[in-house]
């Protein structure tokens, strides 16, 4: 067997906002149309419930994806709000460079914080306050932990399933940890792993917070197996 580095590999080259699978194929969808759809006429085409689409096309639309407006009035003797009607966004160009950026700006953190892992955490907790909107309701554990490795699919990481702790290779995973496989600044976390790393750590944490689970915490062990990370979310 070939000697691997310890942690992920560099996210894959594609787009600036990497997508799940599912979220990039209603991505697809959404672009292949001549005029703008509706949740229910996507539903229709994938099958899925109108409530999972609405949470695709929602995201979207908050990366800058899709945009979405209100459809025509609804006609006479009809009740409700008219649909949201999503269409392809026009993308302005993104400056190059934001992962040598993001290692410089670790590097300064650094150098400069006191504590470069608080500091890290703290910065990863800002950035999960601006990008995740508070639960609007009660939120399981379960969902909380799936809606948080979305989150994390789609910055770009690649999530595999972890067998727990002393269990064989092949057992299934046990619910809790998984592996990052993949990193978008692979590069500035190898180099300022106390920084970085606990950006990411951070994130976890407060989204977990945000979706109404503060007794779940992350725990984050960087380069700890060849190709991978290990992520742990779970009680507190």
């Not at 580095?5 to 997508?19: I, K, R, V, Y």
């Not at 697809?28 to 085409?45: F, K, N």
């Not at 799936?146 to 690649?158: C, I, M, N, S």
Request: charged share 20%; glycine share 10%.
């Amino acid at each position: 067997m070939e000697n691997s580095p310890l942690g992920p590999q560099p996210a894959a080259p594609g787009p600036a906002l990497p997508l799940s699978g599912a979220r990039a194929a209603v991505l697809d969808l959404v672009r292949a149309r001549r005029s703008p759809c509706t949740v229910e006429e996507l539903a229709g085409e994938t099958g899925q419930h109108p409530n999972t689409v609405r949470e695709h096309l929602e995201a979207l639309v908050a990366v800058g994806l899709l945009e979405a407006a209100a459809g025509a009035p609804a006609g006479q003797g009809r009740r409700g709000r008219p649909a949201k009607r999503y269409r392809p966004a026009e993308l302005a160009p993104q400056a190059p460079g934001y992962a040598a950026l993001a290692g410089v700006l670790a590097a300064e953190v650094a150098r400069l914080a006191p504590d470069p892992a608080a500091a890290g955490a703290e910065a990863g907790r800002s950035w999960a306050r601006r990008a995740l909107a508070p639960a609007a309701g009660p939120v399981s554990a379960k969902d909380a932990r799936r809606r948080v490795l979305t989150e994390l699919d789609e910055l770009g990481f690649a999530i595999a399933p972890a067998p727990a702790p002393g269990a064989p290779a092949d057992a299934a995973d046990s619910g809790e940890r998984v592996r990052l496989v993949a990193c978008p600044l692979l590069a500035a976390a190898r180099d300022e792993p106390r920084v970085v790393c606990s950006v990411h750590a951070g994130l976890v944490d407060e989204s977990l917070l945000l979706l109404g689970q503060p007794g779940l915490r992350a725990r984050l062990e960087p380069f700890a197996e060849p190709g991978a990370c290990l992520l742990t979310i779970g009680p507190a």
